[in-house]
């Protein structure tokens, strides 16, 4: 792709999602939004990444912080805000809320609030994947405190033994809700963890949506190819905004506001947006803040689910 265009590409990316999520925290002190919402505003330059290198028939699965995903892979933004409002429009129906998006015509297999569970879920939809033998892939993304689940080394055996064609993308942003990393392991080194079950890892220490999107892109070739089963992406990150909530929470003792500083710094949504002129950059922005106006004003004519619908989507 011509680099002008790349560019201009992850910046749409990358602003939309920080817009939207802006307007989700906006909107949230209104009591419209229904469910608690996980914000990843700071962290958009790692699905960015990752999904601008996807194909459309590929696959995501992703966590209760997930809005990025579920943006990036082209799910659809007046469903999304539905369902943040609990609408029958909603991806899904108005019954998951911010922490249950789910659109498979996109490749959108869902998020779990329950940390580590959509893990399982990709390696076995990429092991049905590898019986179709389309070359399709699927990418799973999750946060550094899913890495201390069981399931996440069961999954990294199973795909690696399986040769399965899996990218685990690990949004590392150093917390699990308060409690840092270097509090958790004795060692932070994830990758070395990784590579004892016979997986490749590569390491993103500054959320360079470029190298990001560039390891992605080679990993999936090599993938598609059959010369790679399985792939570990660890991606150091900042979650800007309070675990849980619309709101910043900079001067809670368990981080800092230089930390927070530091990240702002080199913010992907900036830097990417200071590489195009300003007529370009406008462009985009002005036709982003529209599409989030029509999104809102869908989710906030729809109607709730009806009483008949109480009984429906239930498993037993
Ligand atoms: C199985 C399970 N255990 C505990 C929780 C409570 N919990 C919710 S979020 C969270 C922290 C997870 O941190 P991480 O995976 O790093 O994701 P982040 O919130 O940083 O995106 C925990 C422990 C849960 N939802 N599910």
Redesign the pocket.
């Known amino acids: 792709m011509e680099r002008k265009t790349l560019t201009e590409l992850i910046y749409r990316n990358l602003r939309y999602i920080r817009r939207v999520e802006e307007k989700v925290a906006e909107i949230y002190p209104s009591d419209k939004i229904k469910s608690p919402i996980?914000l990843?505003i700071g962290q958009e330059s790692v699905t960015v990444g990752v999904c601008t290198a996807l194909h459309v028939d590929d696959v995501v699965a992703g966590?209760?912080?997930s809005h990025a995903s579920y943006l990036a892979k082209g799910g659809d933004l007046g469903r999304f805000f539905a369902e943040l409002y609990g609408k029958q429009t909603g991806c899904s129906a108005g019954k998951g809320g911010s922490m249950h998006l789910v659109e498979t015509n996109k490749g959108i297999l869902g998020t779990s609030?329950?940390?580590?569970?959509s893990i399982p879920v990709a390696v076995g939809y990429s092991l049905a994947l590898k019986r179709e033998r389309k070359q399709r892939i699927s990418a799973v993304f999750?946060?550094?405190?899913?890495t201390e689940?069981g399931v996440f080394y069961e999954s990294l055996n199973f795909a690696a033994l399986h040769k399965l064609p899996v990218i685990f993308v690990c949004?590392?942003?150093g917390?699990?809700?308060h409690t840092p990393l270097s509090k958790r392991w004795a060692s932070e080194d994830l990758c070395a963890r990784v590579k004892g079950f016979g997986i490749q890892t590569a390491f993103v220490d500054d959320g360079d949506v470029f190298r990001i999107r560039e390891i992605t892109n080679q990993t999936a070739q090599k993938i598609r190819s059959g010369e790679i089963g399985p792939f570990f992406i660890e991606c150091k990150t900042y979650?800007w905004r309070e675990?849980v909530g619309p709101n910043d929470d900079h001067d809670e003792a368990y981080r800092s506001r230089q930390e927070f500083e530091r990240w702002v710094k080199i913010d992907q949504v900036e830097r990417v947006g200071k590489m195009l002129d300003a007529e370009s950059r406008n462009a985009i922005d002005g036709d982003i803040e529209r599409q989030i106006a029509l999104a809102v004003e869908f989710a906030e004519k729809s109607p709730f689910p009806g009483p008949e619908e109480l009984g429906t989507h239930v498993f037993a």
């Open positions: 996980h990843s966590t209760y912080r609030a329950i940390v580590g569970t999750f946060g550094d405190g899913a689940e949004e590392n942003n917390l699990a809700i979650r675990h």
